[in-house]
């Protein structure tokens, strides 16, 4: 990919655009049966999808070790095979499973399991180090992590981890993490239903990267989950904290229809505005209207995972300052995510949740309709 960013300030360069790898796990569930993964999944259709997009330029591959309960780990790693050390690694602890029935069966917070958890992650990825290494329990106590801060610094020392981060939407929590020197990132939830502003501020104030989970809401931002799901995607029957779902996976937003033209509306000039081009409706419209060249995504190829898409907002590359192209980027991409630099919104007006402030420039060389051309 022509974008690179660097990750935090752990100086691990990534490409703009990453590779999110919950889908490719396939179907798992709780102790009660609530299903946690997207459905039933092709490996081998996910291992080629995996090859494409480190051949067309994509280096950030974003696992967990329960995505699949072990699952996603062991694909990701036979996919990647002799081509590890082109790609950066990101993999995820702290959720206790049983790899042989897929059930989560609980959370485990101790130094002791971290050790243990990174030490099957490793077999599972196949591999003898982990770029970045991810606290999976959001919630977990503030003076427990300081002990697991502390862990992952062993860690780094000891040559099997370069950087670590949390995957929490809490910023407090978030800024515990960021008090140690090898704290590269933080992972949350963002996208233009829900904003993450005091997020942002801390990744920008402690020159950490933003690595954007649900970006598209998980599918309720591209416009085709309209109907039922299976019944092993977790979006056919949605947990208290996924919203926009009903039971069976149907949407409950909407995507507008073809707009009437209005005598003096200045949007009717704009390209995304002309008849049969949807508009979100999500009980009230943002305020503003997003740029026609950052569209909201469109999932491209095989059905299942294709609507992961992701905006991570860290350090500009260093080329002079942050690329106004790579504001947010939008890509179709199986589970994909991109890195673009912060920027702090001065007013409502002239900002949009994912910290995209100006107008783009015509898209660079590579790039259709704002999209970077990698179709997987």
């Known amino acids: 990919m022509e974008i690179t960013r660097t990750l935090g300030r752990s100086g691990i360069e990534v490409s703009a655009l990453g590779f999110g790898c919950w889908a490719i796990g396939g179907e798992w569930q709780d102790t009660d049966g609530q299903p946690l993964g997207w459905g039933k999944v092709d490996d081998e259709e996910s291992v080629r999808a995996i090859r494409r997009a480190l051949d067309l330029g994509v280096t950030f591959f974003d696992a967990a070790d329960t995505y699949g309960a072990g699952h996603s780990e062991r694909v990701l790693g036979r996919a990647l095979g002799k081509r590890r050390d082109d790609v950066v690694l990101a993999t995820k602890w702290g959720n206790v499973f049983d790899e042989e029935t897929r059930t989560l069966t ?15 992650s490793l ?11 991810q606290l999976h329990l959001s919630d977990a106590d503030p003076e427990r992590a300081v002990e697991l801060r502390d862990t992952c610094e062993e ?27 090898h704290c590269a990132a933080v992972q949350h939830a963002v996208n233009v239903l829900q904003d ?9 104030a402690s020159d950490l990267a ?31 904290w996924l919203q926009g779902f009903e039971e069976g996976g149907r949407c409950r937003c909407r995507l507008g229809g073809p707009r009437r033209r209005v005598e003096g509306d200045p949007h009717q000039r704009r390209p995304y505005a002309r008849p049969g081009r949807p508009r979100l409706a999500v009980g009230a419209q943002p305020a503003h209207d997003p740029d026609p060249r950052v569209p909201f995504g469109r999932p491209g190829g095989a059905e299942r995972g294709r609507d992961r898409e992701g905006t991570a907002h860290g350090r500009a590359d260093g080329r002079g300052g942050p690329d106004p192209r790579a504001l947010s980027v939008r890509s179709d991409v199986h589970g994909s995510r991109s890195i673009a630099p912060v920027r702090t919104p001065r007013s409502r007006a002239e900002s949009t949740p994912t910290g995209a402030v100006e107008r783009l420039p015509p898209p660079p060389s590579g790039v259709v309709g704002g999209r970077p051309l990698l179709q997987v």
Not at 106 to 120: E, F, Q, S
Not at 196 to 204: H, I, N, T
Request: aromatic content about 6%; some cysteine; hydrophobic content about 40%.
């Open 210 to 240: 933003s690595i954007n989970r649900s970006p598209l809401a998980m599918g309720l931002l591209t416009g085709k989950r309209q109907g039922a799901l299976e019944a092993g995607d977790i979006r056919s029957r949605p947990p208290e």
């Open 106 to 120: 609980g959370g485990d917070d101790t130094p002791a399991y971290a050790r243990r958890a990174l030490t099957a």
């Open 123 to 133: 077999k599972r990825l196949g591999t003898d180090h982990i770029d970045l290494y």
């Open 155 to 181: 860690f780094v020392r000891e040559g099997l981890v370069r950087a670590y981060a949390w995957s929490t939407d809490d910023p407090a929590r978030a800024a515990l993490f960021a008090e140690g020197e």
């Open 196 to 204: 993450a502003p005091d997020m942002l501020a801390l990744c920008e």
